[in-house]
T-cell receptor, first 113, second 111 residues
Framework: ETGVTQSPTHLIKTRGQQVTLRCSSQ?????VSWYQQALGQGPQFIFQ???????GRGNFPPRFSGLQFPNYSSELNVNALELDDSALYLC????????????FGPGTRLLVL | GDSVTQMEGPVTLSEEAFLTINCTYT??????LFWYVQYPGEGLQLLLK?????DKGSNKGFEATYRKETTSFHLEKGSVQVSDSAVYFC??????????FGAGTTVTVRA
């Protein structure tokens, strides 16, 4: 059984640019959640997708957007990057919407210069 | 809003020492509570969970009991090993399915 994978592992962008992060969910999982983990902090919920529809959003501005595809993989897009967007971005998949069944990927580390 | 407060680190211990990481939460209703662990270079892994008051979660020698009266979910292990060195996160979840995490506690176990 393949676990949750994310790409790329590391990324460097400059302020104002746009970035797309990708997540492949675990087989059989229809729900994907994205979290932002700033250095030395706990992960903060960005949003969740269930069966290709957004199913909840945290306190993040609209320049953070996402997609979920029919195969339940997902993308996180961030426009107009700011320095404070530098963080580890975690994707978690689950077979339902419950948090107790979320399996996390290794993350994408984004540095904004 | 819902929040989790956990003991600040870093915590440094010798092998076979007793580990406690305090976690308290603020939430209305009846959240589920979790401990996640993040080993160096890896993603978050669920360590244990408890879904209702007085439940005890346990895994790999770690235990935590859901105490509604004190709104706490402290993590304990009786004898730590070097391999337990990691960052530990306390988290809660309510009906909205999102996990709310504490800031994390870094634990280093010396041989």
């Amino acid at each position: 059984e393949t676990g949750v994978t994310q790409s790329p592992t590391h990324l460097i962008k400059t302020r104002g640019q746009q970035v797309t992060l990708r997540c492949s969910s675990q087989s059989g999982h229809n729900t994907v959640s994205w979290y932002q983990q700033a250095l030395g902090q706990g992960p903060q919920f960005i949003f969740q997708y269930y069966r290709e529809e957004e199913n909840g959003r945290g306190n993040f501005p609209p320049r953070f957007s996402g997609l979920q595809f029919p195969n339940y993989s997902s993308e996180l897009n961030v426009n107009a990057l700011e320095l404070d967007d530098s963080a580890l971005y975690l994707c978690a998949s689950s077979p339902d919407r419950g948090g107790e069944t979320q399996y996390f990927g290794p993350g994408t580390r984004l540095l904004v210069l | 809003g819902d929040s989790v407060t956990q003991m600040e680190g870093p915590v440094t211990l010798s092998e076979e020492a007793f580990l406690t990481i305090n976690c308290t939460y603020t939430a209305t209703g009846y959240p589920s509570l979790f401990w996640y662990v993040q080993y160096p270079g890896e993603g978050l892994q669920l360590l244990l969970k408890a879904t209702k008051a007085d439940d005890k979660g346990s895994n790999k020698g770690f235990e935590a009991t859901y105490r509604k009266e004190t709104t706490s979910f402290h993590l304990e292990k009786g004898s730590v090993q070097v391999s337990d060195s990691a960052v530990y996160f306390c988290a809660l979840e309510k009906y909205d399915y999102k996990l709310s995490f504490g800031a994390g506690t870094t634990v280093t176990v010396r041989a």
